[in-house]
Nanobody, 121 residues
C-alpha cells in the first residue's frame, strides 16, 4: 500500500523559511521521480517542484524558482522541500506525490494528507 506522509508545515511570517518533509512507502522509492504540489483556498492544485529518481534533475514552477529547493534521500525514502523567502501567496496545503517514471514527466500519482503552510504578511 502506497503511503505519503507530509510534515513540517506551520505558520511563518513573510520572508521566513520552512522545510517540508515527505515520508514515502509502499514502492521502491528510488524507481520514481517525486513532486510537490500545493492547493490554496479556492484554487486548484498547482505543481510546485519535481525531482528525478537520482536527485540530479529538478523542475520548479516559475512562482517558486530561486526560493524553493526540492531534494531527496533515497536511503531514507524521503523527499524534502526547503522554502525560503516565503510570501503570503505561498499559503496552501502542500502535498508530495510519486512520479510515474524515474524521470520528471509531468505525470504524478497518489496524494498524501498534506501539510498546511500559512504565511502571514
Amino acid at each position: 500500500q502506497v503511503q505519503l506522509v507530509e510534515s513540517g508545515g506551520g505558520l511563518v511570517q513573510a520572508g521566513g523559511s520552512l522545510r517540508l518533509s515527505c515520508a514515502a512507502s509502499g514502492r521502491t522509492f528510488s524507481n520514481y521521480a517525486m513532486g510537490w504540489f500545493r492547493q490554496a483556498p479556492g484554487k486548484e492544485h498547482e505543481f510546485v517542484a519535481g525531482i528525478d529518481w537520482s536527485g540530479a534533475t529538478t523542475s520548479y514552477a516559475d512562482s517558486v524558482k530561486g526560493r524553493f529547493t526540492i531534494s531527496r534521500d533515497n536511503a531514507k525514502n524521503m523527499v524534502y522541500l526547503q522554502m525560503n523567502s516565503l510570501k503570503p501567496e505561498d499559503t496552501a496545503v502542500y502535498y508530495c506525490r510519486f512520479g510515474r517514471l524515474r524521470i520528471i514527466t509531468g505525470h504524478y500519482d497518489y496524494w498524501g494528507q498534506g501539510t498546511q503552510v500559512t504565511v502571514s504578511s
